[in-house]
């Protein structure tokens, strides 16, 4: 909470990681449901939408740690949010730049990267209490995760659901293809199966770790 | 804000003026931030929209290569230009400035959401030349058929759309049948599974059709020297 003492973490390798692993926003904290269920259905809007909320979250927590000592406590929220739909409507105008078809795909939510808990959460919990290197390191970090998590599911989606991969076709016309998979529904039923592997796997390593250090107790 | 804020910003004047710094300063600089990229963005938008939109064109009126916009009026159609409301009508002409066929907008409610097309209306054999979808939401693999089923938009080669003795209306209404079956001109055949898709793209052609095709006739001397 802003209003404690800073405590400033040392920037190491860590910082960057912890986003891909053991803080992934999807598949550990669950963060940013919302567009990783409706915009996975195909691996290119995955990817656009995992890079533009990594623009978003980096470029508000820029601003954000740049400001922290400057930001009274009682409107922080409010401040956040100016500085989050600044960037989300500059990266908005700059898809509807590049791609119409893809802007047409995304819908509405580019416009609702806005309310992505996880950038807010991102600015309350990291960007207001640490200095610029480390957010931003952090902020690349967290945004690579993000942008991981959907495109493991668009990939998985769009391959099942679509036969295809960035919109190549990868089997011949004879496949057919499994279309609930691009439906609402195929998103929770991969985002599910990947939740069980991320869990399956914690497990596992756990299990190692426990055997490793069991014969060390003995000793 | 807690009632503790409140308080606070009571008991000391200092936190108000910097309350009101802060969040001035942020909402200045988000204001200039989201001008300045509109302002670097407007054109190439501007510029893909036209690209679209041309794109759709040209594949809706075989054998176009220019395009001429016009606005259908209370005083007949006219030249676009900034002024004129109203709907927007693309004449499309072939390299020696002939007129091919006119573009227009059409749009109806689909299973999820509106569909909104652009079909290409060829005033000579006063049938429809194509249709292109520019948006709709219906189920991937399903209701989006309507953009890319081969047999759906054979229909559009030459869909019959041809007024009536009277110039009101069309002689036959446009009709969604069921696949295979098939027999007249003015008939289109849907796609299996997809029916409510097909019958909205039947709709909206209909409905389009019906009011605009004798506006196009009447004023096609407007049209054809549009070039």
Sequence with gaps: MPGLPDTTEKVSLDTFLRGLWE??????????????????????????????????????????????????????????????????????????????????????????????????GRAEAYASKQPLGATIINGVGIGAGFTLALLSLGVVREILGMGSLFGIPLFGDSFQPWVVMILPPGGFFVLGAWLLVFAWVKQYREQRLDQQEVPQHDS | ?????????????????????????????????????????????????????????????????????????????????????????????????????????????????????????????????????????ETPGIGDKIAKDPVFLENFVALEARVDVSGQGLEHEIVPVKRGTKTQPWQIDSISGATISSNAVARMLNDSAQQ???????????????A
């Design chain 2, 1 to 137: 804000m807690s009632s503790e804020g409140i308080n606070q910003a009571a008991l000391d004047p200092g936190l108000t003026v910097r309350m009101l710094r802060t969040l001035g300063l942020v909402a200045t600089l988000s204001g200039l931030l989201v001008v300045l990229s509109y302002r670097v963005t407007l054109p190439i938008i501007e510029e893909n929209k036209r690209l679209a939109i041309e794109r759709a064109l040209f594949k809706v009126i075989p054998g176009a290569a220019t395009r001429q916009d016009f606005v259908v009026t209370d005083q007949g159609i006219q030249k676009a230009s900034e002024e004129l409301e109203g709907i927007t009508l693309y004449a499309g002409y072939d390299q020696d400035g002939r007129l091919k066929g006119v573009a227009l907008e059409a749009a109806a409610a689909g299973y999820q959401d509106v569909i909104r097309i652009l079909y290409g209306y060829d005033p000579y054999c006063q049938c429809i030349r194509g249709i292109e979808v520019l948006k709709m939401t």
């Design chain 2, 212 to 226: 605009m095709a004798p506006i196009i006739l009447k004023d096609i001397a407007i049209l054809e020297a549009g």
């Design chain 1, 23 to 120: 803080e992934n926003p999807v598949f550990v904290m669950l963060l940013g449901m919302c567009p990783v269920l409706a915009v996975s259905n195909t691996a290119i809007n995955a990817l656009a939408m995992g890079l533009a909320s990594t623009f978003v979250l980096v470029a508000s927590n820029t601003l954000v740690s740049l400001m922290r000592h400057f930001i009274p406590k009682q409107v922080r929220i409010a401040t956040y949010i100016i500085i989050i739909a600044t960037f989300v409507t500059m990266v908005d105008y700059a898809i509807q730049a590049i791609s119409l078809d893809l802007y047409n795909a995304l819908g509405a939510f580019i416009q609702l990267i806005v309310v992505n808990c996880m950038i807010l």
